[in-house]
Each structure stands twice: as structure tokens, then as C-alpha cells.
């Protein structure tokens, strides 16, 4: 067999016309009917411009295949974004960090927020005045802050008018009757005794000289006014002991809120000062009033605090939820916006993916109200969708591309043109041979295809051809610096995958004509180029299917223009030695 020892030097030899292709693909297996195939087809998510007609491997870099819609909207859709579903594999998924979550029927409502102030409970407060002059004895409590419990003795006080009426309340014990007995000891309480005292005068009989006052209840000393022995006058507060295990959260609400809220109204209360702090209550009391100069209302709220660490005047944001119902709600992290139009990336199963157009409403806390293309219960991507989303978009402009570019077949080219674009095939056949006679593929030969791109580029930058020049290119670059026998199989499909939309649908009957075939291994499913004759499978020994090519392409040069190109040239493909096998 010949070696293409003249390759390198073809840039000038090869003139002939090649016309231009038109991909008409072969019809998929029988199993799948025209109805399936006109609805999509299959592309990479590295070389989107790659489409093939049947899933499979991408024969350039070994990805699998993703679905590619070509009626205008993705397979199975329900009307969503003018975007495709994808298929996603599963370890990309993971690489993603791509979590899913339900759209639910929630309860919520609106949210009014608002600041407020911790209070003191003014229903857990006991304040102690004195109720005759008396002098302040055995005074157990010193200081504000002091800890006391129920029960607990706080001070003991002589006054004269204790006296007086201890004696006459036990006289009238002793004369048994009973409207004195009551009317000595309601005497005894408006001057300040507690039952507990009474009981025990009751118990020991004897006139107490110093009487006993005791706590109430459990709390703190708020305020205290005494020393040991002072002296102190009708009406002077003698202490006030508060209980701190629930307070009041008093809180500004805008005028124009107010009427949203009313009494069992929920509340969200966090505390920029206490962080991870969030509590849950409900108001109790709406103020009828409203500051004239602030236009506020105040909304009282009870909270309990245990921990003692709500202290009264500290700061608390609040957030109410007036007008809760049902409504069908998404983790607000999921809604996506796209030039004003906001939707969300729907779970599919099994690795594909939709975008769902909704408008949204509500939101509350980590949940948005949604409407439109979705139901309760579907699954939706809540991290991990903007890449998702990022690859649906990017197939979707080069399918739009696509469509907006002309078909190869539409493509103008002169006959030096196509001549230079025939590099890109000889390159192919150079490849194949080089792989199944077993020589080595040098570089330099395969230089002047390489610069074939940069003399077209400016002409045909912007159309289909260029993709093929482009990954025909990279193609080339893998089989040049290939080391392997298994890198130079895969330079070899890359290229001619690159080539088979301009085979197929730039100038099909022009290659007939030359005698070129294309086939496809049946194992791999990977392409090569060949001249006609036995099948040189250069993958292996599998069996091996030829690619009919379409007699003629709509734009190609007729045969008489070609062949004239051809003679005046003094090349072609066909009579290029090192071709014949």
C-alpha cells in the first residue's frame, strides 16, 4: 500500500470542487419510529454542535449524550421557559452538590416586621409601701438585686398603731365575737399586716412589738428604699420585688399595620444580641392609642425567660404573620429570575431536569408563595440550580444558533474553497491509513490542514462551517501529539465526527463520486473515512455499517463544473496516491 508521501505539499495540488454537504442522517434503528425522532435529538455538553440521531457516547471526548430538543420546546415539557430539560449524570449531580426539596401546601401569610423593647412583667411585680409611720427593724434585704423566695422574711416594723390593735384583736378572740374579730382584723390588714402574721398573733397570743413582712413571691429586688431603723411615713414605698421569668416585649408597629394586628396575632422575635436566640409568640394586647409623633401603635407580647437573659430594655426585631392560609409554597432559594421572568428547575428523576415558568407571592420566613407550572408535591432543585440551569441555557443558544445559521448546504463556496476545505478530508483518510497499515502518523503532513482554518476563518466565522473547521482543528492537534494507538483512535473520530455534517450535507455527492466512504464500527460506534472498497476497520476487528451518502446537496456544483475545477487543478481525491488499497 502507498503512503501519502505527497500530503504535506497538496495545499496547492488539490483544487477540485468539492460541493457542499447536506446532513440527511440515516434513519435510527427500526424500533424507534419518526414521530420519536422528530422530536429530538442527542448532542454533548462539551461540543454542543455535535448531534447525533441515537444516544450514545460523545465520540470526541467519551461523555455521555444529553437529549436535545428540536421542536422548540424539551421533550416532556409542560410549557416551561423557552429552555430544554437536560440529563444530568449522576456523579456530576454530586460534583454539583445539586439538593432537591418538595413544593408543599404550607400555612403563611404576610409579614410585617418591626423592633421592640423588653419590659418588665408588671402583672409579676409586688411593691411594698408603708401604711402607718413605723421605724424599719431586722432588715434582711440590702440591696437592689438581692435574691428571695416565697415565703421569705424581708424586714420587721415597729409602729404603735400594731400594737394597739394586736391587743384588741386578742380581746375580741376572747369575747368570741365574731363581727369584732373581723372588723380587728381587716383594721390590722389596711395598716400593712399579712394574714401570715395575723395567724401567728392567732397561734401565740402575745402582742407582737416588731411586726414581720414576708415575699410574696419568688423574684429580685427591683427597688428598695430602707436601712436598718430608718423611719418611714404613710405612703412611702418600701421595696418592689420583680419576677423575671417572663417579660414584655413592647413593640412599635407602623400606624398603617396596625390594623392587620390583633390579639393571637404570631409573632417571629429574634435578638441581634443574642444570636441563634428566635422565639415564637403570639400578642396579647393591642394599645388603643398611637404616638402623634412617631404615627406608632404599641403591641405588647409575653415571653418567657427562664434563662433570665431577656433583660428589660433590650432590643428584639419582630416579624408578624397576619392573613395566614394555605398556599403552595417553594424554598425560596430555588426561584430563579431570568429577565423578569422567574421560575424554577424541576426534578425529573433518573438525572433529567426541567425549568418550570411561576410567578411568585407571599414570603415567609424561607418559603415563597409560587403559581403556574407547578404542583404540590413535585420535586424541585433547591442548590445547585444555577449550574443546571447554566448548562440548559448554554444548549439552548447553540441550538438556536443553529437554527439561525444556514445549512451547509446553503453555504457559497468557490472551488479553491472547497478544494482547501478537502485538507480536512484527506486528513481523515492520511489518519486511517496511517492506523491500519501500521505506520507512523507524522505531524508535518498534517500541518497544512491545520491552516486551512486560518485562511477560511474570516469568511466563515460566523457560520456552520465553522464548528466543523474548528473541532476538525482540535481534532488534528490530538493526532498530532498523540502517543498512543488508543489516543490516535480517538483523534481520528473527533475529526471525523467533526466532519460528517460537511460529508453529509455540504457536498454528499460529490464524495460519492471520489469514491469516499464513511462508516461507522459497530461496537464503538465511532466514524472513519475511507476510500471505497472492503471495509478497513481501524478500531479493530467488530463489524462495521456504511453510511449512505445523499446523491446531491442543493447548493452543490454540478458534476461538469466540478470535474472542470478538477482537470484544471490536476488533483483530486481520487487520484491522489496513497489512496488505493
Given at each position: 500500500m502507498k503512503s501519502l508521501l505527497l500530503f504535506a505539499t497538496s495545499c496547492l495540488l488539490l483544487s477540485a470542487a468539492f460541493g457542499p454537504p447536506l446532513l440527511a442522517a440515516d434513519p435510527p434503528?427500526?424500533?424507534?419510529?419518526?414521530?420519536?425522532?422528530?422530536?429530538?435529538?442527542?448532542?454533548?455538553?462539551?461540543?454542543?454542535?455535535?448531534?447525533?440521531?441515537?444516544?450514545?457516547?460523545?465520540?470526541?471526548?467519551?461523555?455521555d449524550l444529553v437529549k436535545l430538543d428540536i421542536s422548540g420546546a424539551a421533550a416532556g415539557s409542560s410549557g416551561g421557559p423557552d429552555r430544554p430539560a437536560i440529563v444530568v449524570r449522576p456523579e456530576t449531580l454530586q460534583t454539583m452538590g445539586v439538593r432537591i426539596a418538595k413544593a408543599e401546601q404550607t400555612s403563611f401569610g404576610r409579614i410585617i416586621r418591626s423592633f421592640g423593647l423588653v419590659a418588665e412583667n408588671e402583672r409579676l411585680q409586688t411593691e411594698m409601701s408603708a401604711r402607718t409611720e413605723a421605724w424599719i427593724e431586722d432588715l434582711r434585704i440590702r440591696a437592689v438585686g438581692d435574691q428571695v423566695n416565697k415565703g421569705d422574711l424581708l424586714?420587721?416594723?415597729?409602729?404603735?398603731?400594731?400594737?394597739?390593735?394586736?391587743?384588741?384583736?386578742?380581746?375580741?378572740?376572747?369575747?368570741?365575737?365574731?363581727?369584732?374579730?373581723?372588723?380587728?382584723?381587716?383594721?390590722?390588714?389596711?395598716?400593712g399586716m399579712q394574714d401570715r402574721a395575723i395567724d401567728e398573733l392567732e397561734r401565740t397570743q402575745e402582742v407582737m412589738e416588731f411586726v414581720p413582712f414576708y415575699a410574696d413571691r419568688d423574684g429580685t429586688v427591683a427597688t428598695i428604699e430602707l436601712r436598718p431603723g430608718s423611719y418611714v411615713q404613710r405612703g412611702t414605698m418600701l421595696t418592689r420585688i420583680q419576677d423575671y421569668s417572663q417579660v414584655w416585649l413592647m413593640v412599635s408597629v407602623s400606624e398603617k399595620d396596625l390594623g392587620f394586628i390583633k390579639a393571637s396575632t404570631p409573632a417571629r422575635v429574634t435578638f441581634p444580641n443574642l444570636p441563634g436566640r428566635e422565639i415564637f409568640a403570639k400578642v396579647e394586647y393591642v394599645y388603643p392609642t398611637v404616638d402623634p409623633k412617631t404615627r406608632t401603635g404599641q403591641v405588647r407580647l409575653v415571653?418567657?425567660?427562664?434563662?433570665?437573659?431577656?433583660?428589660?430594655?433590650a432590643y428584639a426585631d419582630v416579624a408578624f404573620?397576619?392573613?395566614?392560609?394555605?398556599?403552595?409554597?417553594?424554598?425560596?432559594?430555588?426561584?430563579?429570575?431570568?429577565?423578569?421572568?422567574?421560575?424554577l428547575i424541576a426534578s425529573l428523576g433518573e438525572g433529567r431536569f426541567e425549568p418550570r415558568a411561576v410567578t411568585t407571592g407571599l414570603t415567609s420566613g424561607r418559603w415563597t408563595e409560587v403559581n403556574g407550572e407547578i404542583e404540590p408535591g413535585d420535586d424541585i432543585v433547591v442548590s445547585g440550580q444555577f449550574l443546571i440551569d447554566s448548562e440548559s441555557a448554554l444548549r439552548e443558544s447553540f441550538h438556536k444558533l443553529e437554527r439561525l445559521q444556514l445549512p451547509l448546504s446553503l453555504l457559497k463556496l468557490d472551488a479553491s474553497q472547497f478544494a482547501m476545505v478537502d485538507h480536512f478530508i484527506d486528513a481523515a483518510l492520511y489518519m486511517h491509513e496511517a492506523i491500519v497499515d501500521g505506520y507512523d502518523v507524522e505531524p508535518k503532513y498534517l500541518d497544512p490542514a491545520?491552516?486551512?482554518?486560518?485562511?477560511?476563518?474570516?469568511?466563515?466565522?460566523?457560520?456552520?462551517?465553522?464548528?466543523?473547521?474548528?473541532?476538525?482543528v482540535k481534532a488534528i492537534g490530538m493526532a498530532q501529539t498523540a502517543k498512543t494507538q488508543s489516543e490516535l483512535h480517538a483523534a481520528l473520530a473527533g475529526l471525523v465526527v467533526a466532519l460528517e455534517p460537511w460529508v453529509r450535507t455540504g457536498a454528499p455527492g460529490h464524495y460519492r463520486e471520489k469514491k469516499v466512504e464513511l462508516l461507522k464500527d459497530d461496537g464503538s460506534g465511532r466514524l472513519w473515512l475511507q476510500l471505497e472498497g472492503k471495509p478497513l476497520n481501524p478500531y479493530g476487528n467488530g463489524s462495521s455499517t456504511r453510511i449512505m451518502l445523499p446523491e446531491t446537496a442543493a447548493s452543490e456544483p454540478s458534476a461538469t463544473s466540478a470535474g472542470t475545477d478538477a482537470a484544471a487543478s490536476g488533483a483530486g481525491l481520487n487520484s491522489m496516491p496513497g489512496h488505493s488499497h
Open positions: 434503528a427500526k424500533e424507534q419510529g419518526e414521530a420519536k425522532k422528530a422530536d429530538f435529538k442527542w448532542t454533548c455538553p462539551m461540543h454542543p454542535h455535535y448531534i447525533a440521531e441515537e444516544f450514545g457516547a460523545c465520540p470526541i471526548c467519551g461523555m424586714f420587721s416594723m415597729y409602729a404603735p398603731e400594731f400594737i394597739v390593735s394586736q391587743r384588741d384583736y386578742l380581746d375580741a378572740l376572747k369575747g368570741r365575737s365574731a363581727t369584732r374579730i373581723r372588723s380587728i382584723r381587716t383594721r390590722l390588714n389596711a395598716f415571653l418567657d425567660n427562664k434563662d433570665g437573659h431577656l433583660r428589660p430594655g404573620e397576619v392573613g395566614s392560609e394555605q398556599r403552595l409554597a417553594v424554598p425560596t432559594e430555588s426561584i430563579l429570575n431570568s429577565g423578569g421572568v422567574r421560575y491545520v491552516e486551512v482554518k486560518t485562511l477560511l476563518w474570516p469568511a466563515f466565522q460566523h457560520t456552520k462551517l465553522a464548528f466543523v473547521m474548528e473541532d476538525a
